[in-house]
């Protein structure tokens, strides 16, 4: 989770909703590590855990990623949720629910659904507070300056 707190991070400091995410190997290696970028890249889909999982997918030349996990800050979208199903991670490992858009306990359950051909195995609340207070934080700045 700390090498996704850092790109959440780093994106804060681009102005981008401080959401990082990374993809890790059964093993333990980090594959890819991604920021949010959908201001930046002019790119809706430029979700943090899209980009890790494009990213691992193109190191390991597979587009299934089985058996890794997903750690993110924030508990993912529909569109983010979908895309771990269709990967096919293993895991996935996130900070602070989404009250509004998360996908994965908060709203529709698109990661564990029997709906689905595939499930993934669910960890909420790794370093919740940290996770939660960058976006209250970036949200709180955003209001001051507006």
Do not use: W
């Not at 890790?24 to 590590?33: I, N, P, Q, R, T």
């Not at 924030?74 to 269709?86: D, F, H, K, R, S």
């Not at 306990?105 to 507070?129: K, M, Q, W, Y």
């Amino acid at each position: 989770m700390g090498f996704a707190l850092e790109q959440a991070r780093v994106a804060a400091a681009i102005d981008e909703v401080p959401v990082g995410a990374c993809v890790v190997s059964a093993e333990g290696e980090l594959l890819a590590a991604a920021s949010n970028r959908t201001i930046t890249d002019n790119d809706p889909t430029a979700h943090a855990e899209v980009l890790a999982i494009r990213a691992a997918a193109k190191r390991l030349g597979n587009y299934r990623l089985t058996g890794t996990t997903l750690y993110t800050t924030i508990e993912p979208c529909a569109m983010c949720a979908g895309t771990l199903v269709n990967a096919r991670i293993r895991r996935l490992v996130f900070g602070a629910p989404d009250e509004r858009y998360g996908a994965v306990v908060t709203h529709f359950g698109l990661c564990d659904s029997p709906l689905l051909n595939h499930r993934l195995e669910i960890t909420a609340g790794v370093l919740l507070e940290e996770c939660r207070s960058l976006m209250k934080e970036f949200f709180r700045k955003k209001r001051l300056s507006t």
